[in-house]
């Protein structure tokens, strides 16, 4: 994500993502990566393990409505729906859709900075999202994703967003967005210590209306 950092504090990424060069997803996904992505163990079991520590971080009662955003093939959706949670998945690429789909998931074909079009009337209990926000290129796509969820949930609902922000900075500003918007939370750093292994959350909670 480009921002202009504002000091050098605290940690940096210094290897490059596609999500940094590219103009977007789309210049990412194509089919052949589609393919590629959905058939990886790897990249399974990395999204898994992401959906189990989110469900420890979401903390609602099965049963529950989830929007996943930037779900891909359903990877995540998949451990959401197999604890009793009933998932939507939104993306942004038709061919990632077509797979969540043929898992039997609701799909929702749409930018995740749309929220509020795609569902002007649809309240979810909880918004997640894992590996999908680094996608956004500015401060201004980051508040208008902030704003859509808020639009999306239920009152006191959670929201659980796993990414992969450039810097300790970026994730600050990251944070500051959303609690501009609305939210009460903070950030969780799983591994802070270990820059291969390090992995973000941010935990919110839509407390105002
Ligand atoms: C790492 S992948 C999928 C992760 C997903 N959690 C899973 O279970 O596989 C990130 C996804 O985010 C989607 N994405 C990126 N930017 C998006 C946007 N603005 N709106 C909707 N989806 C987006 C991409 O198309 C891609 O499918």
């Known amino acids: 994500m480009k921002y202009k950092l504002k000091s050098s504090k605290g940690w940096v990424v210094k290897n490059q993502r596609p999500e940094e060069f590219l103009l977007g997803p789309k210049f990412y996904y194509s089919d052949e990566e589609v393919e590629r992505y959905s058939r990886s163990s790897g990249m399974k079991k990395a999204q898994e393990k992401i959906a189990f520590r989110v469900l420890k971080l979401l903390s609602i009662p099965e049963g529950s409505t989830l929007l996943d955003l930037g779900s891909g093939p359903g990877i995540t959706a998949e451990v959401y729906r197999s604890e009793g949670f009933k998932v ?8 990632m859709l077509e797979k969540a789909e043929a898992k039997g998931f609701a799909c929702v074909l749409g930018d995740m900075r749309n929220l509020k079009e795609l569902f002007p009337k649809r309240k979810f209990d909880g918004v997640v999202s894992v590996s999908a926000l680094q996608w956004l290129k500015n401060s201004e796509d980051v508040k208008q994703l902030a704003e859509g969820i808020f639009f999306v949930l239920k009152k006191n609902s959670p929201c659980i967003i796993q990414f992969y922000p450039k810097s300790e900075q ?3 500003d990251v944070l500051g967005i959303f609690k501009q918007a609305g939210f009460s939370g903070n950030s969780v750093t799983d591994n802070p210590g270990n820059p291969r292994k390090r992995t973000i959350f941010l935990v919110l909670k839509k407390t105002s209306n």
Request: glycine share 0%; charged share 35%; net charge neutral.
């Open 88 to 95: 939507t998945c939104l993306d942004v690429i038709p061919k």
């Open 170 to 172: 970026e994730l600050k």
